[in-house]
């Protein structure tokens, strides 16, 4: 990991990205359970974390989310909705944000690969 200015690479760079697990099992929605992270910087108490993750298709009601996180898709697309608002797609290219405690329906409708900044 690095400590000063680093480049985010979408493919995870040398060593490639490692399996990650922060789908639960039950929320993919086919039958590809693949999900992939290489992290790129971390504080030392991991409250601010950055990097790079894929994830295939999933669902998941999310009674508030964990993080504050910003995100940018590099490929695939994610359905977005929060209580009786019109769903929200972010595809290729979209870059947005998720406050912390937001309840939402995360659903990875094409795999997910995005970039991540994300605060405890």
């Not at 000063?4 to 590809?32: C, I």
């Not at 359905?79 to 937001?102: E, H, N, R, S, Y």
């Not at 329906?105 to 795999?111: P, Y």
Request: proline share 7%.
């Amino acid at each position: 990991m690095s400590n000063g200015v680093f480049r985010l690479l979408p493919d995870g760079g040398p060593g490639g990205m490692e399996p990650s697990d922060m789908a639960p099992a039950d929320a993919f929605t086919t039958d590809n359970k693949s999900e992939l992270n290489k992290t790129f910087f971390a504080t030392s108490d991991e409250s601010i974390l950055s990097g790079v993750w894929e994830c295939a298709p999933c669902r998941e009601e999310i009674a508030a989310y964990p993080c504050h996180e910003m995100m940018t898709v590099i490929s695939g697309s994610v359905t977005l909705t929060m209580g009786d608002d019109d769903p929200q797609i972010f595809t290729v290219g979209d870059t947005f944000f998720i406050a912390k405690g937001t309840p939402c329906v995360w659903e990875i409708t094409e795999t997910l690969r995005k970039f991540y900044m994300i605060a405890m």
